[in-house]
């Protein structure tokens, strides 16, 4: 579906047509009252609350007949054409579909938006179900094709956002001049509000000791130096293997906060989509055999906009500390005096056990787990392949795809059996998630049929035979050959 373009149109002054005078076009109306928009209704009767607005002053209404069939209608189309052409917004709120389909036709034409309720081929703009906190407004839409959704979505943010929020807001904007005059760096003035609402402020307001949260703003806007030139910092960043569910509280925080965000390639869009919409996003993609971005050019970039004053998050898919080369951006961030933290994410090989149904540990089939990289030669001749042959535990190994002939060729040599089952996990946690369960043996061949590609995690022992039993999330295929005799001894 297209994507709708959200937008908050100040209508002080300008001309809003609602044509209908029935129960539907009232509650349309009540939303528009306290937007000073000169507001219009064409109706043959209106209902008792328009009147009394219209008593008010808070709308016009002639009543017209809207008949716009025959030959009298022709004169009803030339005046519905003059009105449409004056407006800046027409409602269309009637029980007849020729003229709700003239109505959106015309303003189509005038290039005036046109709403018509509760008919989505015809309507050009939709109404938001808002939540209103003071100045703070929430609008949620379902682009017209579930409004009740749109409905449940803002009963649950009423109760995140409770009726201090409005005199927080209201604080804000208070005093929005002099923290402009006061911070004129605008990264260093958002850092500053996020320090500012993750502080004392927001309990004073919620308390309802106004006077000590005006007091404490003061305060904090006293011992900001204008002149100071903002620091700036790295925040290594776990992005976990894909699903943007399983971000750390921390995590989604620090990408709502970036000024730069620094991001692998395995990184999933869901999960930038989480970001700051107006961060710099720069991809230093790597692959196996395929380095468009070197860890020197890497290392390049993160002091090159820390030097900036930037807040520049490192987003790592899985967790920055296992197989992320995590510690050696710190050690440089170090050796340069840039202040840095970290924030972990979920490991591919947690996630993508768990949603395979595999579970890493197990007290009659695994007692331990170890994790390896086998993305090139160097990393496979540098591994202890006797202990890794072993049973009883569990191998995920990273970035392995590439090299499975040669991984199951040094596991069988050093007398893992061939009927050791596996699960090549790719696209973890994913929508687009396969599992393909099989046994050593025949491990190559088998990732080949299925034409397994990065990014994918292999299981390898006995605890990959629970796959079948256990699996709940995407696609599965294949089944190693010991897997009966392992569910009936676990059962």
């Known amino acids: 579906m297209q994507r709708l373009y959200p937008l908050f149109a100040d209508l002080r002054d300008r001309r809003v047509l609602v044509v209908g005078g029935g129960a539907v076009a009232e509650r349309k109306l009540a939303a528009l009252l306290d937007t000073g928009a000169d507001i219009l209704v064409l109706a043959d009767q209106v209902s008792p609350a328009m009147q009394q607005w219209q008593g ?34 027409v409602i269309a709120a009637t029980d ?29 703009f939709h109404v938001p179900a808002v ?32 009726e201090s929020t409005a005199e927080l807001a209201g604080l804000l904007a208070r005093w929005r001049s002099p923290i402009k005059q006061r911070i004129t760096d605008v990264s260093r003035r958002r ?36 002149a100071q030139r903002p620091q700036g910092r790295v925040i290594l960043v776990g992005a976990g293997p894909g699903d943007p569910g399983l971000l750390t509280i921390q995590a989604l925080r620090e990408l709502q906060q970036a000024d730069v965000i620094v991001h692998d390639r395995l990184v999933s869009d869901e999960v930038l989509n989480l970001a700051r919409r107006d961060a710099e996003r720069i991809l230093v993609a790597k692959r196996a055999g395929h380095h468009e971005t070197t860890q020197d050019q890497i290392h390049t970039i ?36 840039v202040p840095y933290s970290v924030v972990p994410g979920i490991s591919a090989a947690m996630a993508c056990a768990a949603y395979a149904g595999i579970p890493l540990t197990h007290r009659d089939y695994a007692h331990s787990v ?14 202890d392949w006797p202990a890794l042959a072993q049973d009883s535990q569990t191998l995920a190994v990273y970035m392995g795809v590439g090299q499975l002939d040669l991984l199951r060729a040094r596991l069988l040599a050093c007398g893992r059996a061939a009927h050791t089952p596996f699960a090549l996990v790719e696209n973890g946690s994913r929508e687009n998630q396969r599992v393909i369960l099989g046994q050593l043996g025949e491990l190559p061949e088998t990732a080949r049929d299925a034409q397994v590609k990065s990014p994918a995690l292999l299981l390898l022992g006995e605890v990959a035979a629970l796959g079948r039993q256990l699996h709940w999330f995407g696609g599965l295929s294949g089944q190693p050959a010991q897997a009966a005799t392992v569910l009936r001894d676990v059962a």
Request: charged residues 25%.
């Open 56 to 89: 008010k002053g808070q709308l016009a209404v002639q009543q017209v007949n809207l008949d716009i069939s025959g030959l009298t209608g022709l004169l009803n189309r030339w005046r519905l054409r003059r009105v449409v052409q004056q407006a800046w917004l």
């Open 96 to 124: 007849d579909r020729n003229l709700n389909c003239y109505l959106a036709a015309l303003g189509k034409r005038l290039r005036v938006f046109t709403n018509v309720v509760d008919d989505l081929e015809l309507t050009q």
């Open 131 to 162: 939540l209103q906190r003071g100045p703070l407004q929430a609008a949620i839409s379902s682009a017209g094709v579930a409004p009740v959704l749109a409905r449940r979505m803002r009963s649950q943010l009423e109760v995140l956002l409770d």
């Open 191 to 226: 850092q500053w509000y996020d320090d500012l609402l993750d502080g004392e402020l927001p309990r004073l307001v919620k308390q309802r000791r106004l006077e000590a949260a005006e007091q404490y703003l003061a305060r904090a806007v006293e011992m900001t130096a204008s």
């Open 302 to 337: 993160l002091l090159r906009e820390a030097a900036a004053g930037k807040r520049v998050v490192r987003l790592k898919g899985g967790d920055p500390f296992v197989f992320g080369r995590g510690g050696e951006e710190l050690q440089l961030l170090r050796q340069h005096a």
């Open 370 to 383: 170890r994790l390896v990289t086998a993305h090139c030669q160097r990393s496979m001749d540098q591994l």
